[in-house]
């Protein structure tokens, strides 16, 4: 059996995008604590985050700005009879910058290679034998099982492509849904992230988590078919399914009985109708390093997350409307018309911010949906 691991301050749980920031703000503004980073993988994984400049508070940008590897100061959307151009900045970071980074902030040793077989708040068992004990344990292991949560699903395929003479486009495309509608609300998403480099993702606001990885492989190499470019080489490949909540209960959801800290996605910290989970990871993350101190640390987390769901009450019933009372291959339509209101708007909705006139706008005008229909979405659930 592996001999136990050196006692430390703080142990992260997951090297995702939570785990990864969480390490990266203790090594950053804590340097006096021995922070130790459990993953069994790489740190990061095979994934790409983007993010509006408006999702993160200004204060806040210290943490992200060295990871950004792309950046566009516009993006565009098209629908079938609707096409815009959004004057905002907008930046991807790489799981391979996000692990270069953590590498570079972290002492040698202090990335544990193993995966956490239990987890309790001031210590973990490993896979491969041992003990690490700490002062606190910090779960970021990311969404695990939420038996508890009424969902769709946000899912995706992506794919970097060399194009031979280059792709010819400048900036993002958020969404093109001017594709075939199949699997629910479908489009595509572009990122160029040089003149002949461009990530192509095709993605689904679906009733089923299930993901055709080879089909949607097929609806991708037809999209690049139809826009005349030339495949030189597939450089990277990343899936994902993402739930899109509509309902549930917190309390059931992370048990006050719980009381092992959680961060990120793990703790329910993630936009209802995007799935993503960057600004609320950037928003937690950045306060740890003056809270860590505190023996009362999960109980402190765990309201965070508890505010953060009961603000998410307004984008989990835009869900219900989205998935109980639109057509599957009308869903577009929601999105078309979201697509019509002001920069504004559209900036406070990303990043989790809606006023209450930014709701009512939301709502306002002819619906895209039944109005009966989205009524009775409504009364399905109780939203708490």
Request: positive net charge; charged residues 25%; proline residues 5%.
């Amino acid at each position: 059996m592996t001999a136990d691991l050196p006692r430390c301050d703080i142990a992260i749980v997951g090297g995702g995008l939570a785990g990864g920031l969480a390490a990266l703000a203790l090594a950053a503004k804590r340097p006096d604590l021995d922070v130790r980073l459990v993953e069994p993988g790489s740190v990061g994984g095979n994934h790409i985050w983007s993010f509006f400049d408006s999702d993160i508070a200004r204060g806040d940008r210290w943490l992200v700005a060295p990871l950004v590897r792309h950046h566009w100061g516009q993006y565009d959307v098209a629908f079938p009879s609707h096409r815009r151009t959004m004057r905002m900045g907008y930046k991807s970071i790489t799981g391979e910058a996000l692990a270069e980074a953590v590498a570079a902030a972290l002492p040698e040793g202090r990335i544990v290679a193993d995966k956490a077989k239990h987890v309790a708040p001031d210590h973990i068992l490993l896979a491969r034998g041992g003990r690490l004990s700490a002062r606190h344990v910090i779960d970021a292991r990311g969404a695990g099982k939420f038996p508890t949560l009424d969902c769709g699903w946000q899912k995706f395929v992506g794919q970097a492509l060399t194009i031979r003479g280059g792709h010819g486009v400048a900036h993002p495309v958020v969404m093109d849904a001017r594709v075939e509608q199949l699997d629910g609300y479908r489009f595509v998403y572009l990122l160029p992230f040089d003149d002949e480099t461009i990530f192509v993702e095709d993605t689904y606001y679906s009733d089923s988590a299930d993901l055709d990885v080879a089909a949607v492989r097929e609806r991708i190499a037809g999209y690049v078919a139809a826009r005349q470019w030339d495949v030189a080489a597939v450089t990277r490949e990343e899936t994902g399914v993402l739930p899109v909540v509509i309902a549930g209960d917190f309390e059931r959801m992370w048990p006050a009985s719980d009381r092992t800290a959680r961060i990120g996605v793990r703790a329910g910290a993630f936009h209802a109708t995007t799935g993503y989970s960057l600004p609320d990871a950037v928003r937690t993350v950045a306060a740890l390093p003056t809270l860590v101190d505190r023996a009362d640390l999960p109980a402190i987390l765990r309201a965070r997350a508890a505010a953060t769901w009961r603000r998410q009450r307004f984008y989990r019933m835009l869900g219900a409307m989205l998935f109980h009372a639109a057509d599957p291959d009308a869903r577009y339509r929601v999105f078309q018309r979201f697509y019509r209101l002001s920069p504004g708007l559209i900036a406070r909705f990303y990043a989790g911010g809606s006023t209450r006139g930014d709701k009512l706008r939301i709502l306002s005008g002819k619906p895209p949906v039944p109005f009966g229909r989205a009524l009775a979405a409504l009364r399905r659930f109780d939203w708490k």
